[in-house]
C-alpha cells in the first residue's frame, strides 16, 4: 500500500517511477495483484488529471469504492463471493437434525448465509460485512425470502466467536493469520474453523475436497480438540458429543 501511494506521488517524474518501484516491491515479495497495481499506478494518475474534472466527481468516486469494497486496504480481503460448491463442503460438516449456530465472517451479499440455511431449518445462521452496498443486497436477499438478517454491518473483530459450531471464512492469506489465531483462543470444544481456499501462513491443513469448479484451490477445516485446532481430512458431520470429539481424536494421524 505504501509503494502504491508513492507511486501515485512520484508520478511527474515520469511512467518509468511504477516498473522501478515495483522491481523494488517484488524484492519485498510483496503480493502480485500489488505488483500490477504499482506499474499502472503513474500512468493512471496522468490519465485521470488529463480528464480535469471537478473534485467532487473524485470524492463521490471514493465513496461508491468505500461503500462497495470497505476499508479493504486495512482488511486486504476482497469482494468476493463463495461459491454453492464450497458452502455446501462445508455445510457437510454440520449434523442437519440438530441445532447448530454458523457465522460467516465476511458474508458479503449473504449469498454462503443463504445457502446454509438451505442445508438444515435447525441452523443459525449469521455473520458480518463491513461495506455497506454488499450489506445492503444481503438484507434486501433476505427481506424478499421474509427472513431475518442475521448480519451485522461491521468488522468480524467486533464480534464474539464463543457460542459458534462453525466459523466460515472465506477472506484471504493475510486476513487468515489472525483468524487461525482468534479461533485458537475463542473456539469452544468440538467447534469448527473452514476457510474457503486460503491457508494462513505456516498452519498444516488437509483440504476437504478439491474443488472442481475451475479452481485448484480446496476447503479446509479444523476443529477445536483440547484447546488445539486440529486439521480434518475427509467431510464427516461433526456432533457436539463427547463420543464424537473422541472419535475424531483417534482419527488423527
Same mark, same amino acid.
Given at each position: 500500500m505504501a509503494l502504491f501511494c508513492v507511486a501515485v506521488l512520484a508520478a511527474p517524474l515520469g511512467l518509468w517511477v511504477?516498473?522501478?518501484?515495483a522491481l523494488f516491491a517484488a524484492w519485498l515479495r510483496v503480493p502480485g495483484w500489488w505488483l500490477a497495481l504499482i506499474v499502472v499506478a503513474p500512468g493512471a494518475r496522468w490519465a485521470v488529471e488529463s480528464l480535469q474534472a471537478a473534485p467532487e466527481v473524485y470524492l463521490g468516486i471514493l465513496g461508491v469504492l468505500l461503500a462497495v469494497?470497505?476499508?479493504h486496504f486495512l482488511s486486504r480481503v476482497p469482494l @468476493?463471493? %463463495?461459491s454453492?460448491?464450497?458452502?455446501d463442503?462445508?455445510?457437510?460438516l454440520l449434523p442437519r437434525d440438530r441445532p447448530c449456530e454458523i457465522m460467516d465472517i465476511g458474508s458479503g451479499t449473504a449469498g454462503a448465509m443463504l445457502r446454509f440455511t438451505q442445508h438444515s431449518d435447525q441452523w443459525r445462521v449469521?455473520?458480518?460485512?463491513?461495506a455497506l452496498i454488499p450489506w445492503t443486497i444481503g438484507w434486501l436477499r433476505y427481506a424478499i425470502r421474509g427472513k431475518a438478517y442475521g448480519a451485522r454491518l461491521g468488522r468480524y473483530e467486533?464480534?464474539?466467536?464463543?457460542?459458534a459450531d462453525m466459523?466460515?471464512? @472465506?477472506? %484471504?492469506?493475510?486476513?487468515m493469520v489472525p483468524v487461525f489465531e482468534r479461533a485458537r483462543r475463542e473456539l469452544k470444544e468440538g467447534a469448527l474453523l473452514v476457510s474457503n481456499e486460503f491457508l494462513p501462513a505456516g498452519v498444516r491443513a488437509l483440504a476437504i475436497r478439491t474443488r472442481d469448479d475451475g479452481n485448484d484451490a480446496g476447503v479446509y477445516a479444523w476443529q477445536m480438540l483440547g484447546r488445539e485446532l486440529v486439521p480434518l481430512a475427509q467431510p464427516r458431520r461433526l456432533c457436539e458429543s463427547n463420543s464424537s470429539s473422541q472419535e475424531l481424536r483417534e482419527s488423527q494421524p
Amino acid at each position: 500500500m505504501a509503494l502504491f501511494c508513492v507511486a501515485v506521488l512520484a508520478a511527474p517524474l515520469g511512467l518509468w517511477v511504477g516498473p522501478a518501484l515495483a522491481l523494488f516491491a517484488a524484492w519485498l515479495r510483496v503480493p502480485g495483484w500489488w505488483l500490477a497495481l504499482i506499474v499502472v499506478a503513474p500512468g493512471a494518475r496522468w490519465a485521470v488529471e488529463s480528464l480535469q474534472a471537478a473534485p467532487e466527481v473524485y470524492l463521490g468516486i471514493l465513496g461508491v469504492l468505500l461503500a462497495v469494497f470497505g476499508l479493504h486496504f486495512l482488511s486486504r480481503v476482497p469482494l @468476493y463471493p %463463495s461459491s454453492a460448491r464450497a458452502v455446501d463442503l462445508a455445510a457437510s460438516l454440520l449434523p442437519r437434525d440438530r441445532p447448530c449456530e454458523i457465522m460467516d465472517i465476511g458474508s458479503g451479499t449473504a449469498g454462503a448465509m443463504l445457502r446454509f440455511t438451505q442445508h438444515s431449518d435447525q441452523w443459525r445462521v449469521h455473520g458480518c460485512e463491513q461495506a455497506l452496498i454488499p450489506w445492503t443486497i444481503g438484507w434486501l436477499r433476505y427481506a424478499i425470502r421474509g427472513k431475518a438478517y442475521g448480519a451485522r454491518l461491521g468488522r468480524y473483530e467486533a464480534q464474539s466467536w464463543r457460542s459458534a459450531d462453525m466459523v466460515y471464512a @472465506y477472506l %484471504s492469506t493475510t486476513a487468515m493469520v489472525p483468524v487461525f489465531e482468534r479461533a485458537r483462543r475463542e473456539l469452544k470444544e468440538g467447534a469448527l474453523l473452514v476457510s474457503n481456499e486460503f491457508l494462513p501462513a505456516g498452519v498444516r491443513a488437509l483440504a476437504i475436497r478439491t474443488r472442481d469448479d475451475g479452481n485448484d484451490a480446496g476447503v479446509y477445516a479444523w476443529q477445536m480438540l483440547g484447546r488445539e485446532l486440529v486439521p480434518l481430512a475427509q467431510p464427516r458431520r461433526l456432533c457436539e458429543s463427547n463420543s464424537s470429539s473422541q472419535e475424531l481424536r483417534e482419527s488423527q494421524p
